[in-house]
């Protein structure tokens, strides 16, 4: 599993849950191994692989009907698809899982050819769902259309998060930002995060401040619009991008 925010939210609970008396074992659409998987199988759960997900695919939903009938032991199954969850939740129904999940994570989606597609399973989410989850109101607003939805806070170790003087000298002087004032940002590189308009807030900042900002990726995924408008703006001495930085807390 990946180390994306969604999963990372999902390793927070693991983390702390009671194990002897709940499990996690995920389903990814990836073969290859990822950052948490290591992790995960030191925690006692198991990673299962299915194709990439395609929504209208017969064999995708043949495969993960396999799956569930394979499996009947699994009576709850959460699903963290946003807009497509509704396919996997579909057939977990089919298979007779009595407890279906759908958890969004977002309030909106990006405005694409995809877009209607997105559109019509989201639709059908509550009508294959068991139980609706949100990480806000926002998120369950949007995506569960008036429907009853219970929020869920995405909680974090807070005592890992604290400030300390120590490890700020540390990483100012690896990256050769001692004294120095640093504008922060943590996050993919995709369109939900909205790097261009961060970087428009950039520019009016530098009209009265000389400030360096530093902007921490954690999967690159599409830098060449932001290089594109950083290039244009004759911002690129002032602003770095860094890639996948396993230690987020320092």
């Known amino acids: 599993m990946g180390r994306g925010g969604l999963e990372t939210m999902l390793m927070n609970y693991y983390r702390h849950i009671d194990r002897s008396k709940v499990q996690f074992d ?3 659409h990836r073969e290859f191994e990822a950052d948490y998987d290591e992790e995960i199988k030191s925690l006692g759960g198991r990673i299962y692989h299915v194709s ?3 929504p209208w695919s017969r064999r995708y939903k043949a495969e993960l009907r396999r799956f569930f009938r394979t499996h009947p032991e699994y009576k709850i199954v959460h699903v963290h698809q946003d807009c497509l969850s509704s396919v996997a939740l579909q057939c977990a129904k089919d298979c ?4 279906r999940i759908a958890h969004s994570h977002s309030s909106s989606a990006v405005k694409n050819i995809k877009y209607p597609i997105k559109l019509y399973y989201m639709k059908k989410i509550p009508r294959f769902a068991t139980d609706l989850f949100a990480c806000g109101k926002q998120a369950g607003d949007w995506m569960f259309s008036g429907k009853k939805y ?3 806070r ?3 170790d807070t005592e890992k998060y604290l400030y300390t003087t120590t490890v700020n000298k540390s990483v100012r002087e690896e990256l050769g930002l001692l004294g120095k004032i640093v504008i922060g940002h943590v996050g993919n590189f995709t369109p939900a995060k909205n790097h261009i ?3 428009e807030i950039f520019k009016e900042i530098l009209k009265n401040h000389q400030i360096q900002s530093y902007f921490w990726s954690v999967e690159v995924m599409d830098l060449l619009p932001l290089k594109k408008r950083q290039k244009v703006w004759e911002l690129q001495t002032m602003l770095f991008l860094q890639g996948f930085v396993p230690m987020l807390i320092d």
Request: zero cysteines.
């Open 26 to 28: 995920f389903l990814v």
């Open 52 to 54: 990439r997900l395609v």
């Open 96 to 99: 007779g899982v009595p407890v």
């Open 150 to 152: 219970q929020i869920i």
């Open 154 to 156: 995405n909680a974090i």
């Open 197 to 199: 308009f961060l970087l």
